[in-house]
């Protein structure tokens, strides 16, 4: 392989484990992939597109910009049917900033308190983005988005995951546990990031071999 890695750009600790997690497994090992920790620091792009894929698509040009590297980028969030699909984008700051996931699952869980479980259908969705130069002065750009359909429940549980795991229980395994009560490579094999990232891998290993 010619240069065989790729840069993560992402700045959520806990989103950036799970990246590399899904990304080892997909890609075997070939490709090194690089986070903020192992390039020179950037400025953080405004996340100001109205949807997923044109958020997820300026963190990775932002990427390649700041490192010349191929660059992924994911941009998730909770959508909640009975909010008409919000968080949405909106998910990391909903209850302002700084961003804070204990303060977003109490907002959540108050707007939803009135809604009855049978209308409390939500969905994760996480678009990634990868973005590499070609050589051409027109950089390459790919999006692909992944969904993962439940519920939200009416009190915390769980220790794993992050953000709005605590709350979510997904349609498929059996459909009691929360994302953040499952194992991590059980969140993997269903999750809106597991989906998006397994579909963009192959363009990945084509772009560094
Ligand atoms: O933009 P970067 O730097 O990648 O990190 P971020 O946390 O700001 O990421 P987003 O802008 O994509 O916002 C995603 C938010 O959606 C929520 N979210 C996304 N995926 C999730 C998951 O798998 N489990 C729980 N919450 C999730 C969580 O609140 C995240 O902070
Ligand atoms: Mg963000």
Redesign the pocket.
């Known amino acids: 392989m010619a240069d065989a890695r790729v840069f993560l750009?992402?700045?959520?600790a806990k989103?950036?484990a799970?990246l590399r997690r899904i990304l080892g497994a997909a890609l075997g090992g070939e490709v090194e992939v690089l986070g903020l920790d192992d390039v020179a620091s950037y400025p953080?792009p405004v996340?100001d597109a109205p949807d997923?894929d044109g958020?997820?698509l300026l963190?990775a040009r932002a990427g390649l910009a700041a490192t010349g590297l191929p660059s992924l980028?994911?941009?998730?969030?909770?959508c909640v049917d009975a909010l008409n699909g919000m968080?949405g984008?909106l998910?990391?700051?909903?209850s302002g900033q700084p961003?804070d996931?204990d303060r977003?699952n109490r907002l959540l869980l108050e707007q939803l308190a009135d809604v009855p479980d049978e209308r409390r259908a939500a969905h994760?969705h996480?678009s990634v983005a990868f973005v590499r130069d070609t050589g051409t002065g027109v950089p390459a750009e790919d999006v692909v988005g992944g969904d993962?359909p439940g519920r939200v429940i009416r009190e915390t549980r769980g220790t794993n995951?992050?953000?709005?795991?605590v709350l979510?229980v997904p349609d498929q395994q059996d459909g009691t546990q929360t994302?953040a009560e499952m194992p991590a490579e059980a969140?993997d094999a269903i999750?809106?990031?597991g989906r998006a990232l397994r579909a963009i891998a192959p363009l990945v290993v084509e772009a560094v071999s």
Do not use: C, Q, T
């Not at 750009?9 to 959520?12: G, L, P, T």
């Not at 995951?161 to 795991?165: E, K, L, R, T």
């Open positions: 750009a992402s700045r959520n989103k950036i799970e953080e996340e997923f958020n997820a963190k980028a994911d941009d998730s969030g909770l968080p984008v998910s990391a700051r909903w961003k996931d977003n994760f996480a993962m995951g992050f953000g709005y795991d979510f994302s969140k999750s809106h990031r």
